[in-house]
Nanobody, 115 residues
């Protein structure tokens, strides 16, 4: 059974930084990790995704401020968030997907950017 769990959310002031972590267990083979976020009433949106070859893609609103990284030895994914803005406030979700159709989500971690 695959389990995915995010951590690292919290309250941060505008302009500050925060690092999110995602730990997974029970997954085998190659996988593609991604971070999504959702701030109601908006729909869930892609924040960042990292491919096996190290290529990463980012949502337009976070380019240049957020960085995704991975540690395959630990089956862990990270999201470094810098220069945070109030509009970054959302629940951040970790997603893992595999080529054979596997798709798993964590329960999310809340990030609040406010003074």
């Amino acid at each position: 059974q695959v389990q995915v769990a995010e951590s690292g959310g919290g309250l941060v002031q505008p302009g500050g930084s925060l690092s999110l972590s995602c730990a997974a267990s029970g997954i085998s083979g190659t996988y593609v990790p991604a971070w999504y976020r959702q701030a109601p009433p908006k729909s869930r949106e892609l924040v960042a995704m990292m491919f096996r070859d190290g290529r990463a893609i980012y949502g337009d609103s976070v380019k240049g401020r957020f960085t995704i990284s991975r540690d395959d030895a630990k089956t862990a994914v990270y999201l470094q968030m810098n220069d945070l803005k109030p509009e970054d406030t959302a629940v951040y979700y970790c997603q893992l997907s595999t080529a054979n159709g596997g798709l798993w989500w964590g329960e999310g971690t809340l990030v609040t950017v406010s003074s």
